[in-house]
């Protein structure tokens, strides 16, 4: 059957792609090659899946190294329009992922999320999800993924020159300097997020971390732990029923370096 075909999938190992160059038209049919084709680069691109399950790789990473597209200057797009208005003129992105998951502990650990921009900073998530078993990696999954925890998250948001000329942009549109407005958000932080996270001590720490983030970007750094071991189910958080009690069984902590 399919599950006997599925545990006979041999490891994949570790693929890669390097230096890729692809001009693409937009699929109109008909349309002739104008002005909006769209070229872009890759560096290079990495998969690695191994330990499977079940047919399922249970250790797998991925990147995607200096994926570069040139931003045209006549681009509708509102989005490249304000990165244009920053003094962007090619956006050069690179993402990773890596997880594995562990059968001694029923734990899959995410060991990146990444996305990053040159001249832009970035984002990287960890954690921790606990309680996946085995049966997770069968044809019969969804309910195994229904009683997994959520045991810890890391979240850590690093400027390279974006928050820069973001904040200048927008003081141009709002015709102030950059430094009220910075003042501004950096107050708006202070007492919006704890108003957002109960009031609690933690998260007044939260709100003043993310205000001296603001002030000075440079790596803000958000953690946050289950109370309980075991860690937070969807059906623990549907049954505490409001963000109060939620944040109740986490601890939050938060630094700006």
Request: proline residues 5%; without cysteine.
């Amino acid at each position: 059957g399919p599950h006997d075909l599925r545990a006979l999938i041999p490891t994949v190992g570790t693929v890669r792609i390097a230096d890729l160059d692809v001009e693409a038209a937009p699929s109109v049919e008909g349309a002739a090659p104008g002005p909006d084709r769209v070229r872009f680069g890759v560096r290079s691109i990495a998969l690695t899946a191994g330990k499977p399950v079940n047919g399922v790789p249970t250790e797998i990473s991925t990147t995607v190294e200096n994926v570069t597209v040139p931003l045209p200057a006549g681009s509708q797009d509102a989005t490249l329009q304000r990165l244009a208005g920053m003094g962007y003129r090619t956006l050069d992105l690179s993402f990773a992922s890596a997880a594995n998951w562990t059968e001694l502990s029923n734990e899959l650990q995410i060991r990146e999320l990444s996305l990053r921009g040159a001249e832009m900073g970035g984002v990287t998530l960890r954690g921790t999800v606990g309680d996946v078993t085995k049966d997770a990696f069968t044809s019969d999954s969804a309910v195994a993924w229904l009683g997994v925890t959520a045991r810890s998250l890391e979240l850590t948001v690093e400027d390279k020159g974006l928050a820069e000329r973001l904040l200048a942009q927008e003081a141009r549109r709002q015709k102030t300097s950059p430094e009220d407005l910075r003042r501004a958000y950096g107050a708006a932080a202070a007492i919006g997020v704890p108003a957002l996270l109960g009031n609690s001590s933690q998260a007044k720490a939260v709100g003043q971390a993310v205000a001296r983030f603001l002030a000075k970007p440079g790596r803000l750094v958000v953690t946050a732990k289950a109370k309980d071991a075991a860690g937070l189910s969807a059906a623990d958080v549907a049954a505490l029923g409001d963000v109060a009690s939620v944040l109740d069984k986490i601890d939050i902590t938060a630094r700006a370096d």
